[in-house]
């Protein structure tokens, strides 16, 4: 669904603008949490990897600085991995309410049934329904 279409098509131009926009920027910071988050797990693969990769008769004070390196990068995917879940749980609550606003405040339609006696030679008691919907 495009955002604001609804708000289009009910001619309340100026909502389904604002909402089109806000989903587009929130979308975007929420496509950019995610690229975040990916840069963020390919620097901890690469912290963990340089840790693993250590010789054994490396020195300790470089063990400890490697270590420390790999759990500073760990704690930042934990971190990105935060933003990505407030980003599209923001994106799906905006669009969620982008679609009540939207459903609440469309136009509303009724439906008329005229009968009529169809006098032109056909068997009596044969109607013609024809339904209209009016807008308000």
Same mark, same amino acid.
């Given at each position: ?10 001619? *309340?131009?100026?909502?389904? #603008?604002?909402? /089109? /926009? &806000?989903?587009?920027? #929130?979308?975007?910071?929420?496509? =950019?949490?995610? =690229?975040?988050? %990916?840069?963020?797990? +390919?620097? =901890? +693969?690469?912290?963990? &990897? =340089? ?6 008769? &490396? ?11 790999? +759990? ?12 990505? $879940?407030?980003?599209?749980? &923001? ?6 309410? %982008? $679609? $009540? ?9 009724? *439906?008329?049934?005229?009968?009529? +006696? ?7 008691? #044969?109607? #013609? ?6 807008? *308000?």
């Amino acid at each position: 669904a495009i955002p604001g279409l609804g708000h289009f098509y009910s001619r *309340r131009t100026g909502r389904g #603008v604002m909402y /089109l /926009l &806000t989903e587009l920027a #929130v979308a975007g910071g929420a496509g =950019y949490a995610i =690229y975040l988050g %990916n840069q963020a797990v +390919d620097d =901890y +693969d690469s912290a963990k &990897t =340089y840790y693993e990769d250590l010789p054994r008769e &490396t020195e300790q004070p470089v063990f400890k600085q490697a270590r420390a390196r790999m +759990d500073k990068k760990w704690d930042d995917t934990r971190t990105t991995r935060r933003y990505q $879940v407030i980003a599209l749980g &923001t994106l799906a609550g905006l669009h969620l309410l %982008n $679609v $009540v606003d939207a459903t609440a405040w469309f136009p509303s339609t009724e *439906r008329i049934s005229i009968a009529t +006696d169809a006098g032109d030679g056909m068997r009596a008691g #044969v109607a #013609v329904s024809i339904a209209l919907e009016a807008r *308000r």
